[in-house]
């Protein structure tokens, strides 16, 4: 049973540039989050997919959005990169919903690490 | 609003001693508390939770974290560390009413353990 899978696992782009990352969730998962990991730091909740739609949304401008697809993957973009923007971004799954609530552990892929030059 | 302190940035132990990495949480509502461990170059890994029952969790590798409401602290246990702990550890908080939702990271303890 593949777990969550993220891609690309490393890349480097310049400022002003714009990024996709993508993330493949947990078999049996329908939502979908995305955190940011500075360096050194705890990850940052950034925003939360399910039934293609962004439920839950951190503090991070507009430059970051998202796309959730009908067979539940998701894509994290970036525009207008800073150089603030490099980080380990993570893509983390959840169970199925229960009566409208997520429950149960959140499965994290292994991330993909971002340099901004 | 909730929030979580690990006190420690960096804990160093030696191997077969016991393990202790400090959390404590600040939250409006009813918590529920994670411990999540990251090996180098890896994604996170759940090691426990807490979500209202008992307030001694047990986790995987042999830890185990005690809720204290009192103190608001959720510490983090094990009674012998081996070389594999070697990690950064992360506490986590989120509502209980929403517990797949926003996770609220605190900033981290490494460990390191010696030989």
């Known amino acids: 049973d593949a777990g969550v899978t993220q891609s690309p696992t490393h890349l480097i782009k310049t400022r002003g540039q714009q990024v996709t990352l993508r993330c493949s969730p947990k078999?049996?998962?329908?939502?979908v989050s995305w955190y940011q990991q500075a360096l050194g730091q705890g990850p940052q909740f950034i925003f939360q997919?399910?039934?293609?739609?962004?439920?839950q949304r951190g503090n991070f401008p507009d430059r970051f959005s998202g796309h959730q697809f009908p067979n539940y993957s998701s894509e994290l973009n970036v525009n207008a990169l800073l150089l603030g923007d490099s980080a380990l971004y993570l893509c983390?799954?959840?169970?199925?919903?229960?009566?409208?609530?997520?429950?149960?552990?959140?499965?994290f892929g292994e991330g993909s690490r971002l340099t901004v030059l | 609003a909730q929030s979580v302190t690990q006190l420690d940035s960096h804990v160093s132990v030696s191997e077969g001693t016991p393990v202790l990495l400090r959390c404590n949480y600040s939250?409006?509502?009813?918590?529920?508390l994670f411990w999540y461990v990251q090996h180098p170059n890896k994604g996170l890994q759940l090691l426990l939770k807490?979500?209202?029952?008992?307030?001694l969790v047990k986790g995987i590798n042999g830890f185990e974290a005690e809720f204290k409401k009192s103190e608001t602290s959720f510490h983090l246990t094990k009674p012998s560390a081996h070389m594999s702990d070697a990690a950064e550890y992360f506490c986590?908080?989120?509502?209980?009413?929403?517990?797949?939702?926003?996770?609220?990271f605190g900033q981290g303890t490494e460990l390191s353990v010696k030989p």
């Open positions: 986590v908080v989120t509502p209980l009413y929403n517990q797949g939702g926003k996770l609220i």
């Open positions: 078999s049996g998962h329908d939502t």
């Open positions: 997919y399910y039934e293609e739609e962004e439920r």
């Open positions: 939250s409006s509502y009813s918590p529920s």
């Open positions: 807490y979500t209202s029952a008992a307030t």
């Open positions: 983390a799954s959840s169970l199925k919903r229960n009566s409208g609530r997520v429950t149960g552990e959140l499965f």
